[in-house]
C-alpha cells in the first residue's frame, strides 16, 4: 500500500474533462439544451475550486488564527444566506435567526470536538477545523432550511388549530408546540436515517477522501464515527434555535398568531 | 314580539347603575400592514358599542364586513390599531389574555377538533386550567348541546358537520366562560344541523342567562337570538336603515312562505 497522493498534472485534469465533453455530446445528440451550462459549470468548477485552494493554501502557510476565523464567518455567511434563500415563503427576520442558529450550532459543536473529541492543537490548526466546520456548517444550514420551510408550511395548513389551542387558553408557545414538533422532526430524520445507513449504501465522502489520502482505513472509519456523532448534535441544536426563533416571530406577547404572515 | 322590538339600528343597552357592561367597546379599528404585494387593509374602523350582561349582541353583514375580526377583537385574538375594548370595566391589555380568553370563549365558524374521542376534544386545556372535568360534567355539558353521553367515546373524526359545532360549544362551556362568541355557527350547517344549533344557542341563553356575541348573515338566527343588531358594512358599523330592510326582507320573505 502506497502512503501519500499521486499529485494530479494539468494534463490530468484535461483529460478528467474529456469525461464533460462526453456529455456535451450527449446533449448535442439528444437536444438535451444542456451544453451552455455544462461549459459554465465546468468552467465555475474549475475557477471557485482553484480560489478556494488558493485561500486555504494561503491560511494553511499563514496558520494565524485570525485568518482561520475570518474563512469560518465567510462560510457561515454563505451558509446563512443559502439556508434562508432555500425558503419558499419569506420569513420575518429570517437573516439573523439563520446566522444565528448557524453560528451557535457550529460553535458549540466545533468547540466539543476539537477541543474535547480530537484535541487539536493548537485549536485553529487550519488542516483540522476547516474540514470539520465546512461539514457542520454544510449539514446544520439544510436541517435549518429544512425545519423553516417544514414549519412554515404548517403554519400555513394549521393555523386554525393554533388559534384553537390559544382560544382554549393556551399560551402562544404551548399553541405552536405540536407544529414546532413535526418541523423539527421533518429536520432531523435524514441525519438519523444517516446513522442507520452509513457505509453501506455509501461510503461518506470524508472517509473516502481520507482514504485516497492514504489514511487506514481504521483511522478513517474512527474520524467518521466522530463526524456522524457530530453532524447529530449540530443538525439538533441548528434546527431547534431555528424553529424557536422563527416560531416567535409568529406570535406575539399577548399569545396572538400573526395571521397575515401565515 | 320582544325580540323583534330590540332589533333596531341601536347598538347600545341601557346601562344598569353600578355595573360595568360586560364589553364597552371604544372607536375600535383594525388595519393590517401592507405586505407582500398586498395592499394595507383597513378591517374595522371606529366601531363602539355596549353590552351589558346576559344580553345577546348580533353582528350581521356581508361577508368580509369584519363581523369575525371584530369577534376575534373581543378575545383578543386579533390587537386592534386603535380604539379600547373593555371587559367588565377594565382594558383587556391589562388582562392575561390566557385568562380573557377563558372567560369570553370563542367557537369559529368552521369547527376544530383534534384526533381522539370527543373525551379527549373535551378534556383539551392548559394545565393551569381549573373547573370540573368530571366525567358526570361532560355528560352534562353534552346533554346541555343536545349530545348524548355516548358521543364521548365517539371518534372526533366521525362526527357530522353539526355534531362537530355542538362539540365545540360544549368544549367552549366547559371552561366555564362568561361570554360565548359564535362566528357564524350556522353558516356550514344543512338547516337541520343548523336549527340544532340555534336551539342550543337559544337554551344556553336561557339557562344561563349567558352573554351572547354572535356573527351571522342568517336574519333567521338574528330574530330568534333577540337583543340587539349590529350592521357592518366594509369594517363600520352602519346604522341607516339597511338593517331594518334586511329584517324586513327577512320578514316579508317569510311571510311569503307561509
Redesign the interface.
Known amino acids: 500500500m502506497s502512503s501519500g497522493v499521486i499529485d494530479l498534472s494539468v494534463w490530468q485534469l484535461g483529460l478528467a474533462l474529456l469525461l464533460v465533453a462526453a456529455v456535451v455530446a450527449v446533449s448535442l445528440r439528444q437536444a438535451l439544451g444542456l451544453e451552455r451550462d455544462l461549459a459554465l459549470g465546468a468552467v465555475r468548477t474549475v475557477v471557485q475550486l482553484y480560489g478556494v485552494g488558493l485561500i486555504l493554501a494561503a491560511v494553511f502557510a499563514a496558520a494565524r488564527w485570525y485568518w482561520v476565523v475570518l474563512i469560518l464567518v465567510a462560510m457561515t455567511a454563505v451558509a446563512t444566506h443559502a439556508a434562508v434563500s432555500r425558503l419558499t415563503r419569506?420569513l420575518p427576520r429570517g437573516y439573523p435567526i439563520a446566522a444565528a442558529a448557524l453560528t451557535v450550532s457550529t460553535v458549540a459543536t466545533l468547540a466539543y470536538v476539537i477541543f474535547v473529541v480530537v484535541q487539536v492543537r493548537p485549536w485553529y490548526d487550519p488542516q483540522y477545523i476547516i474540514p470539520i466546520a465546512g461539514m457542520i456548517l454544510g449539514n446544520s444550514m439544510t436541517s435549518a432550511a429544512l425545519a423553516g420551510e417544514r414549519l412554515q408550511g404548517e403554519l400555513h395548513a394549521r393555523a386554525?388549530?393554533v388559534?384553537?389551542?390559544?382560544?382554549?387558553?393556551?399560551?402562544g408557545r404551548?399553541a405552536v408546540q405540536p407544529l414546532v414538533r413535526s418541523a423539527l422532526r421533518a429536520a432531523m430524520i435524514p441525519t438519523v436515517n444517516g446513522l442507520m445507513t452509513v457505509g453501506l449504501v455509501q461510503l461518506p465522502g470524508m472517509m473516502t477522501g481520507q482514504i485516497l489520502a492514504g489514511s487506514s482505513p481504521l483511522v478513517a472509519i474512527r474520524y467518521q464515527i466522530v463526524v456522524m456523532f457530530m453532524l447529530a448534535a449540530a443538525t439538533a441544536v441548528g434546527a431547534l434555535i431555528f424553529v424557536r426563533l422563527a416560531v416567535h416571530g409568529y406570535l406575539?406577547p399577548?399569545?396572538?398568531?400573526r395571521r397575515?404572515?401565515v | 314580539m320582544h325580540a323583534e322590538s330590540e332589533t333596531g339600528s341601536r347598538t347600545s343597552n341601557s346601562p344598569k347603575a353600578g355595573a360595568d357592561p360586560v364589553f364597552a367597546v371604544e372607536r375600535l379599528s383594525l388595519a393590517?400592514?401592507a405586505?407582500?404585494g398586498q395592499p394595507a387593509a383597513q378591517i374595522l374602523r371606529d366601531v363602539s358599542f355596549r353590552l351589558e350582561r346576559g344580553r345577546a349582541l348580533t353582528l350581521v353583514g356581508p361577508s368580509g364586513s369584519g363581523k369575525s375580526s371584530l369577534l376575534r377583537c373581543l378575545?383578543?385574538?386579533?390587537?386592534p390599531t386603535a380604539g379600547t375594548v373593555r371587559f367588565e370595566g377594565r382594558d383587556i391589555?391589562s388582562l392575561d389574555?390566557?385568562?380573557l380568553?377563558?372567560e369570553v370563549?370563542?367557537v369559529?365558524q368552521?369547527p376544530?377538533l383534534?384526533e381522539g374521542t370527543v373525551r379527549d376534544n373535551l378534556l383539551?386545556?392548559?394545565a393551569d386550567?381549573t373547573g370540573d372535568f368530571s366525567e358526570a360534567r361532560l355528560a352534562r355539558t353534552l346533554a346541555e348541546v343536545g349530545l348524548d353521553e355516548q358521543t364521548l367515546d365517539r371518534d372526533a373524526g366521525t362526527l357530522s358537520g353539526g355534531e362537530k359545532q355542538r362539540v365545540t360549544i360544549a368544549?367552549?362551556l366547559l371552561?366555564d366562560p362568561r361570554v360565548l362568541l359564535l362566528d357564524e355557527p350556522t353558516s356550514a350547517l344543512d338547516p337541520p344541523n343548523a336549527a340544532l344549533v340555534v336551539e342550543t344557542v337559544l337554551r344556553l341563553r336561557e339557562a344561563r342567562g349567558m352573554t351572547i356575541v354572535a356573527s351571522t348573515h342568517q336574519p333567521e338566527l338574528v330574530r330568534r337570538l333577540g337583543g340587539d343588531a349590529m350592521f357592518l358594512v366594509k369594517g363600520e358599523v352602519r346604522t341607516d336603515q339597511r338593517l331594518d330592510a334586511f329584517l324586513a326582507g327577512e320578514r316579508a320573505a317569510e311571510g311569503l312562505a307561509t
Open positions: 419569506p386554525a388549530e388559534e384553537t389551542r390559544l382560544v382554549l387558553g393556551f399560551s404551548e406575539t399577548a399569545h396572538q398568531l397575515y404572515l | 393590517y400592514p405586505r407582500r378575545n383578543r385574538l386579533e390587537e391589555r389574555p390566557r385568562r380568553r377563558r370563549a370563542l369559529t368552521a376544530v383534534f383539551l386545556r392548559p386550567a368544549r367552549a371552561g
